[in-house]
T-cell receptor, first 114, second 111 residues
Framework: GENVEQHPSTLSVQEGDSAVIKCTYSDSASNYFPWYKQELGKRPQLIIDIRSNVGEKKDQRIAVTLNKTAKHFSLHITETQPEDSAVYFCAAAEFSGGYNKLIFGAGTRLAVHP | IAGITQAPTSQILAAGRRMTLRCTQDMRHNAMYWYRQDLGLGLRLIHYSNTAGTTGKGEVPDGYSVSRANTDDFPLTLASAVPSQTSVYFC??????????FGEGSRLTVL
């Protein structure tokens, strides 16, 4: 089955700096890669996703890149703000036959210091 | 407000007791999932259901069972709770390859 590894487990940056979180996956058939943000005591919520037919996707200060050959994908946050502080999870899934299962990484705790 | 409702939000349970965590969604999503969240281990898939009447095992299914009698409900049962099942449990749902939506979570403590 799919296995997703996520690094680093914790990340501390100064406000305004960039943050990068990296994930690798094992199943070459995976074709959907979302990123979730979880604030303290809250549910995880989708912030951006990318599918295997695309190499990069941006949404304002957030971008995701995908390297299918190397089986890794990354989340990039630019101009970080204190409200970006949260736990971020990557996930991978193979979508086939109308269904899939999302397997998550262990999470990265991002702290943005003013 | 449309979404996923989980109950209870929090529960303390004696080891050996039976417990059912309830999950209901009103978005008519075909697929539903149960994850457990433990510090340093992320979100691990327990069981899933692609459509009403079908279920499947995830990464950590032992000690848990599920049923999917209809589209809206997906209860998770711990037949005989053990302390290692202390965790935060999230129910989730999605339609096709769309966004995965999570419930608010159920915090379970097994003593």
């Amino acid at each position: 089955g799919e296995n997703v590894e996520q690094h680093p487990s914790t990340l501390s940056v100064q406000e305004g700096d960039s943050a990068v979180i990296k994930c690798t996956y094992s199943d070459s058939a995976s074709n959907y890669f979302p990123w979730y943000k979880q604030e303290l005591g809250k549910r995880p919520q989708l912030i951006i996703d990318i599918r295997s037919n695309v190499g990069e996707k941006k949404d304002q200060r957030i971008a995701v890149t995908l390297n299918k050959t190397a089986k890794h994908f990354s989340l990039h946050i630019t101009e970080t703000q204190p409200e970006d502080s949260a736990v971020y999870f990557c996930a991978a899934a193979e979508f086939s036959g109308g269904y899939n299962k999302l397997i998550f990484g262990a999470g990265t705790r991002l702290a943005v210091h003013p | 407000i449309a979404g996923i409702t989980q109950a209870p939000t929090s529960q303390i349970l004696a080891a050996g007791r039976r417990m059912t965590l309830r999950c209901t969604q009103d978005m008519r999503h075909n697929a539903m999932y149960w994850y457990r969240q433990d510090l340093g281990l992320g979100l691990r898939l327990i069981h899933y259901s692609n459509t009403a009447g079908t279920t499947g095992k995830g990464e950590v299914p032992d000690g848990y069972s599920v049923s999917r009698a209809n589209t809206d409900d997906f209860p998770l049962t711990l037949a005989s709770a053990v302390p290692s099942q202390t965790s935060v449990y999230f129910c989730a749902s999605r339609q096709g390859d769309g966004e995965l939506f999570f419930g608010e979570g159920s915090r379970l403590t097994v003593l």
